[in-house]
């Protein structure tokens, strides 16, 4: 129930979300043709006015933007003194036009190719080329760019507002420009014609006053109609020069009005589409479909791996374990992960558990049987309660004490109980008195035994549990090593832990059995067990003291050469 609540919740969610965003798309899509229409409306009367003295002929040009954006068009003379051109029906003009067309006062971001000093780039007046001019310097300009390139220079050929061509030479070294000038006369085709000469002589004359108002040296004017290192000020007198100049050329400002068929000339009203309304309703339904189909795949996929579950988890105890299988990485496929991993790990668990039983009962059988021999044959009178007798028994006895005490702290560790009472200590003075203690034994076993660290390193640890884990090691190796062999204990300080390794000369661990070395009750050669008195769980108790230490402990080994077995404790 609650989660086709949640997914019928989404669904509506989704549908208005998706239904407005769509709406919204719609809506600026609208918008930006109707911006995109007005701007095409403005561009078109800018040039039709920059090209022409007067708006005398502009009725098509306006008639024809109608029939092209669907909008209604006014112009009218500055102040609204009378109408210029007139599309659709007759009605009042709102307070505010929508634009004023000026040639000589545009918006640059507007009209194409920018307007230098907000002045229609078509608005040429004087300086446009005649035919004759025309036919004269682009055969020029080509033979110019010709020259360069068969010199080894690269160029191109630009063109200044009213259709001057010039040569731009492509090289960013000013040097390389200026020679390749010199070479192909690249300054001759930049040189004004005799009627753009006069414009320009012109505009200088009627920029002199302003610049003399602003005490400014009145620099060359170029066809780009700009100051060569000239201020803000100086080109601002040359803009307003320019305007003068231009201003016989150019038809006078008028205020433009647009508006929509459906309310006249004014503010644009944005109807939908029947295409975008056709889309918001397949959007909305292809919403609801994909619910749907949504809400059908999640219910066969949460049933169906939650049913196989649910009979794995009733299967009855004692059972084979199954494993589910995982379809995915989501919640469902992560739960049967988990549940194959616990069943896995209880499998383990169980064996580990019939294993260890099996293993404590035969470590006790052969002291317990061992014990009772001895007693019954007491009771028969067979053996004689003498010293030899007694001493029998008491290793036995002590055979058992050992497992058991081995157990409990295996036990202990298992359970996270283990007591500790870590101190400073002197890793040295630990391996010597290792090496010591079991001197004796080593000696009598042709074995001999020494010690030696890196400095003095010192760390804080359990003493009596490290004495443990370091007699264990070296037992083992006194153990595994034949007459004439011998133990080396060594110690060294590693950043922030000691290294502590115990190797011997022995016959080795064969590679196969390194993983298992740990393991309780295992070790390689099952018949050495009762002769040397080994429980098994030695190196078992070295791994889960080093580890509640927070240590490490690492074995390696080649056959017929010795066995090395390192601890890395924390200072």
């Not at 979300?17 to 930006?32: D, F, I, S, Y």
Request: charged share 20%; aromatic share 4%; with cysteine.
């Amino acid at each position: 129930m609650a989660a086709s609540v949640l997914i019928a919740v989404c669904s509506v969610a989704a549908t208005a979300w998706l239904a407005a965003r769509t709406t919204a798309q719609a809506v600026r899509k609208e918008q930006g043709q109707v911006l995109a229409d007005d701007t095409v409306i403005y561009t078109t009367l800018v040039g039709y006015a920059a090209t022409h003295p007067t708006w005398d002929d502009v009725q098509p040009v306006v008639r024809a933007l109608a029939r092209r954006t669907g909008r209604t068009i006014t112009l009218t003379a500055r102040g609204r003194t009378r109408a210029l051109a007139r599309t659709g029906p007759v009605a009042a003009l709102p307070d505010r036009a929508s634009a004023v067309v000026d040639p000589l006062h545009v918006d640059a971001s507007v009209v194409t190719g920018g307007a230098a000093g907000g002045i229609d780039p078509r608005a040429l007046g004087p300086y446009r080329l005649t035919e004759a001019e025309r036919r004269v310097l682009d055969p020029y300009a080509g033979k110019v760019l010709s020259c360069l390139r068969s010199v080894g220079y690269t160029g191109r050929i630009a063109r200044w507002a009213n259709g001057h061509p010039y040569v731009v030479v492509g090289a960013t070294d000013y040097d390389v420009r200026i020679k390749a000038s010199q070479i192909c006369h690249t300054a001759g085709l930049e040189r004004p014609t005799a009627d753009e000469t006069k414009a320009l002589t012109r505009l200088r004359t009627l920029a002199a006053d302003c610049l003399r108002r602003h005490d400014l040296k009145q620099d060359a004017i170029g066809l780009d109609f700009t100051v060569p290192n000239g201020s803000a000020t100086a080109q601002t007198c040359v803009d307003s020069a320019r305007r003068e100049q231009l201003t016989p050329y150019v038809a006078p400002a008028a205020q433009l009005y647009v508006g929509s068929p459906s309310q006249g000339t004014g503010t644009a009203v944005f109807d939908l589409s029947p295409a975008n309304t056709v889309r918001i309703a397949g959007v909305a339904g292809l919403v609801l479909l994909v619910t749907v189909s949504v809400t059908v795949l999640a219910g066969i996929r949460l049933v169906r791996p939650l049913r196989a579950l649910t009979e794995a988890a009733l299967r009855p105890a004692g059972s084979s374990p199954v494993r589910v299988p995982v379809t995915g990485n989501d919640e469902i496929g992560r739960l049967a992960a988990a549940f194959n991993d616990l069943s896995e790990r209880r499998e383990r668990l169980e064996e580990q558990r019939k294993a260890m039983t099996s293993d404590i009962a035969h470590e006790l059988r052969t002291p317990l049987g061992n014990i009772r021999s001895w007693l019954e044959a007491a009771e028969d009178g067979i053996a004689v309660p003498d010293t030899a007798f007694t001493s029998s028994l008491l290793e036995e006895a002590l055979q058992l004490q050992h497992i058991i005490d081995d157990l409990q702290d295996l036990a202990a560790a298992d359970a996270g109980t283990l007591a500790l009472h870590p101190e400073p200590l002197y890793v040295r003075d630990l391996l010597e008195h290792a090496a010591a203690a079991y001197g004796a034994r080593a000696a009598a076993a042709g074995v001999t035994v020494a010690s030696g660290t890196d400095g003095d390193p010192v760390l804080t640890a359990d003493p009596v549990r490290l004495r443990q884990i370091v007699g264990n090691l070296v037992s083992n190796a006194v153990r595994h090593t034949p007459h004439g062999g011998s133990v080396t204990l060594s110690a060294r300080r590693e950043a922030d832990r000691v290294l502590i390794e115990v190797a011997d000369t022995g016959a080795g661990i064969p590679p196969e059995d390194l993983p298992r070395v740990f393991d309780r009750f295992w070790r390689a050669d099952k018949s050495r067990r009762r002769l040397t008195g080994s429980s098994g769980l030695g190196l078992a108790i070295v791994r889960r003291l080093v580890e509640a230490h927070g240590g490490t402990v690492a074995v390696r080994s080649t056959p017929g050469e010795g066995t090395v077995f390192s601890l890395r404790l924390p200072v």
